[in-house]
């Protein structure tokens, strides 16, 4: 008899903990971390992680923004949890991590979302700039996945997902800092598959588009209409990307229907990455 060469440590036919396998709760058993999830896509994010039957853990700096988070998570039937942190911060990180793990169990489901994009002309930039953003967007994601992943490996099934950016990928001007750091989140998705994919952990990155978030309001409203537009027109789909087009992508990479995707960056992006000008 010839091996069945489609099975493995990661087949999701063979799962290593319990969980409730039901098409419309297909994250139910799982402990999802959400870094940033207090608005924005991390927000959106959680809340349908949560839709999915996931138990939720936020981390995030705003307070307020965290608690109600959590209880929209909660509203949806799961627990959920928060944690108010700088995740640009070691310590920070560390005891985010522990908090939400104490509160609900090991992550199997990591959601590295959290991101500052600090606009600077690259000759008046300065190293704080990079360092603080590189600890935001990169180091809060080395950090975590460092922090989650024995538990991962030792029930043989993981999901992480990095939000990334067109603009690690495209060049813009003014953001040099920021695209640096998107780029290297999707690097690290690359190796990581490699290393950790025999031991059943699956890395991916999402590319959005622009969306419609606090981030890119605050934006809109400094520089007014002209970016809105020049927002618009960056898609072939001729608007703004609603957040929870963005969550409904991370739902699918971290759900066990995307069990044979790793080391991917999946443009969830109306677009703006082959359009053709
Ligand atoms: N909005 C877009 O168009 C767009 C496009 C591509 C990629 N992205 C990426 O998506 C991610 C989310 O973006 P968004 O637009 O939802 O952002 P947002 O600014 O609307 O929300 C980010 C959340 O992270 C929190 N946060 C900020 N700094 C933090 C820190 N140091 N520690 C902990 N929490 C912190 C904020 O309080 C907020 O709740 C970012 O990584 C961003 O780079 C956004």
Redesign the pocket.
């Known amino acids: 008899m010839r091996p069945d060469l489609t099975t493995g440590v990661a087949d999701a036919s063979e799962p290593r903990k319990e969980r409730i396998q039901v098409a419309d709760r297909r994250l139910a058993g799982h402990v999802a971390l959400v870094?940033?999830g207090?608005?924005?896509?991390?927000r959106a994010t959680a809340v349908r992680l949560a839709e999915d039957g996931a138990s939720v853990g936020i981390?995030?700096?705003?307070p307020d923004?965290a608690k109600a988070a959590a209880a929209e998570c909660e509203s949806k039937g799961v627990k959920a949890a928060y944690s108010v942190?700088?995740?640009?911060v070691v310590e920070d990180v560390n005891r985010a991590h522990a908090e939400l793990v104490a509160a609900l169990g090991n992550v199997d489901i990591l959601v590295n979302?959290?991101?500052?994009?600090i606009e600077s002309p690259f000759l008046e930039s300065t190293d704080e700039q990079f360092d603080r953003t590189m600890a935001?967007?990169f180091m809060a994601a080395i950090r975590l996945t460092r922090l989650c992943l024995p538990a991962m490996i030792d029930q043989g099934w993981g999901s992480v997902i990095n939000?990334a950016?067109a603009q690690g990928i495209l060049g813009w001007s003014n953001f040099t800092a920021y695209s640096c750091s998107k780029g290297a989140l999707t690097s690290m998705v690359r190796q990581l598959a490699n290393e950790f994919g025999p031991r059943g952990v699956r890395f991916n990155s999402v590319v959005?588009g622009?969306?419609l978030?606090?981030?890119?309001e605050a934006r809109i409203a400094k520089d007014g209409p002209a970016l809105l537009e020049s927002s618009i027109n960056l898609h072939i789909i001729k608007r703004l990307q609603k957040?929870s087009e963005v969550a409904a992508a991370i739902a699918f990479l971290a759900s066990d229907e995307a069990s044979f995707i790793t080391g991917t960056t999946m443009a969830v992006d109306g677009g703006v990455l082959v359009k053709g000008h």
């Open positions: 870094t940033g207090g608005d924005g896509i991390g981390a995030t700096i705003e923004q942190a700088d995740l640009g979302n959290v991101g500052v994009a935001v967007n939000v950016s959005p622009s969306v978030t606090p981030m890119n957040p």
